[in-house]
């Protein structure tokens, strides 16, 4: 593991990058549990200890504790895996600001990368599901799930926040790729569904895609659309969902720029500007890309 991190992207310093949080008190908490900071359980037959949650909150309580207790803004933000432990942990960071104690801090949060769907893969089966079970049960996670979840679905279900967005109760920004490059490779087409390995060569390479599994790509892409439409009722939420092959947009430099022409756009949009004048009540943001490959503005990593 790297002793240090270069903050780009969302967590620059650079205002011409990066202007509405340039400014900004920065803190990146060290992703090392594998469960989205979820899981407390102890596997007693490998000794291995799950601490994720415990981490979590052992972390908040320690910045509250030196200063961030009274902020008057609060932005928790993440990509991938990172992004998914943002879908759970949103409302509980919110419970960490209780409006009885008096302050006015406003907190929202950033999901990048993290609309990990219970999608069918190549070979009819659901492998991301088999994963995440995996997870949920060897660490014990359903107690960190949200209840308004669990009260009605599995807890393997409640891990993914397409059944979990949309209950929640702080102000989400999504921000998507709509053929993310993690879950082509991870969860539509692993090796295990592919033994044939006929999508090989497509999950490394769009241009190698054939017409039916183009197809199957653009069902995903429909599938992630509809996923978000009744979170995007809600006026305090956001979104951007790209026609980009790309994955974790908001770190990156040659993605998350304010300078015309760096960034995925659309509507003439960048994404910098999107969530900054979705955080800042300067618009409302529910920007949905069209189709593959109608993009020109896209950074494919594909």
């Known amino acids: 593991m790297?002793?240090?991190i270069a903050f780009t992207g969302i967590m620059s310093s650079s205002r011409a990058v990066n202007p509405d949080f340039y400014n900004w008190n920065r803190v990146k908490i060290r992703y090392c549990d594998g469960g989205s900071f979820a899981?407390?359980?102890?596997?007693?037959?490998?000794?291995i200890y799950f601490r994720g949650q415990r981490i979590w909150n052992a972390v908040i309580k320690h910045?509250?504790?030196?200063g961030m207790a009274s902020a008057d803004q609060v932005l928790l933000t993440g990509c991938s895996s990172g992004g998914l432990a943002v879908i759970l942990h949103c409302d509980q960071l919110r419970a960490f600001f209780p409006p009885a104690a008096g302050g006015q801090t406003t907190v929202k949060c950033l999901s990048d990368g993290g609309l990990y769907l219970d999608a069918v893969d190549i070979s009819g089966?659901?492998?991301?599901?088999?994963?995440?079970?995996?997870?949920?049960a060897l660490q014990g996670i359903p107690q960190s799930l949200p209840g308004a979840c669990t009260a009605r679905l599995d807890a393997t279900s409640c891990f993914f926040p397409q059944n979990i967005i949309n209950d929640m109760k702080t102000p989400m920004f999504i921000l998507n790729a709509a053929y993310d490059v993690i879950q082509i490779s991870l969860s539509l087409s692993p090796d295990r569904a592919d033994p044939s390995g006929s999508w090989r060569a497509c999950k490394s390479n769009r241009s190698a895609c054939d017409t039916s599994q183009m197809n199957f790509l653009q069902g995903f892409r429909d599938q992630m659309v509809s996923s978000?439409?009744?979170?995007?009722?809600?006026?305090?939420?956001?979104l951007f969902i790209s026609s980009c092959f790309a994955h974790c947009q908001s770190e990156q430099l040659g993605t998350w720029n304010n300078v015309p022409g760096r960034s995925p756009t659309i509507q003439n949009k960048g994404i910098a500007k999107s969530v900054g004048d979705w955080y800042y009540n300067?618009?409302?943001v529910k920007a949905i890309d069209c189709r593959y490959p109608c993009d020109k503005t896209c950074h494919h990593i594909m």
Do not use: P, T
Not at 125 to 136: E, H, P, Q, T
Not at 228 to 238: A, D, L, P, Y
């Open 2 to 4: 790297e002793k240090e």
């Open 39 to 47: 899981g407390d359980a102890y596997n007693k037959e490998a000794g």
């Open 63 to 66: 910045l509250l504790s030196i």
């Open 125 to 136: 089966g659901r492998s991301l599901r088999s994963y995440f079970g995996d997870i949920v």
């Open 228 to 238: 978000v439409q009744g979170f995007s009722q809600s006026r305090s939420n956001g």
């Open 282 to 284: 300067r618009a409302e």
